[in-house]
């Protein structure tokens, strides 16, 4: 079981939005940075948000990240097909001195 | 640019050891740890260490205390992730991952990831 928790699953037509929700506590979200994963099967993670809503060049305005005391959310707009893979929050865990993740939610693009 | 390359799939039996590898380019290797995260099927990703190549420091998730010893190597800016006592569960997608080093806790890039296979 994930110390963070997300739905298990998503979905939206293409177009769309889409929020994935990420629930902690404050011995990780409510006192560090929150950033996401987006893992297409076959692939490796890739960093899609950091320090709670700044994107890395190259990923795309339609992903945005927000936080707000224990919660984090990753918000993807005008969803494309190529959007559907799973997506993981994580955060340090100042109690554990460790870091962790959720628990990742799959997203299908209808 | 900056790319983590690891070693290729392996498969062991249980009681065995395995030893992965992640050779570092395209940055100062001292200047940023490194962490490595598995994905058993099915499940989602889970932290097992961190190591500071400069310092050698490290510092293990406390479900693989005493089974996980992470190495570096830095006149090949390679670092090591070592498992030992394999069981079955262990059977995962064992990926490294740089730290950022500006204090804002973010894993990039990732490498390929390196499938180990725990069966008799």
Known sequence: ?110 | QVQMAQSGVEVKKPGASVKVSCKASGYTFTRHGVTWVRQAPGQGLEWMGWINPYSAMTNYAQSLQGRVTMTTDISTSTVYMELRSLRTDDTAIYYCARNDNGGNDYFDPWGQGTLVTVSS
């Open chain 1, 1 to 110: 079981q994930s110390v963070l928790t997300q739905p298990p699953s998503a979905s939206g037509a293409p177009g769309q939005r889409v929020t994935i929700s990420c629930s902690g506590s404050s011995s990780h979200i409510g006192r560090n940075f929150v950033s996401w994963y987006q893992r297409i099967p076959g692939t490796a993670p890739k960093l899609l948000i950091y320090a709670d809503n700044q994107r890395p060049s190259g990923v795309p305005e339609r992903f945005s990240g927000s936080k707000s005391g224990t919660s984090a959310s990753l918000a993807i707009s005008g969803l494309q097909p190529e959007d559907e893979a799973d997506y993981y929050c994580a955060a340090r865990d100042d109690s554990l001195n460790a870091w962790v993740f959720g628990g990742g939610t799959k997203l299908t693009v209808l």
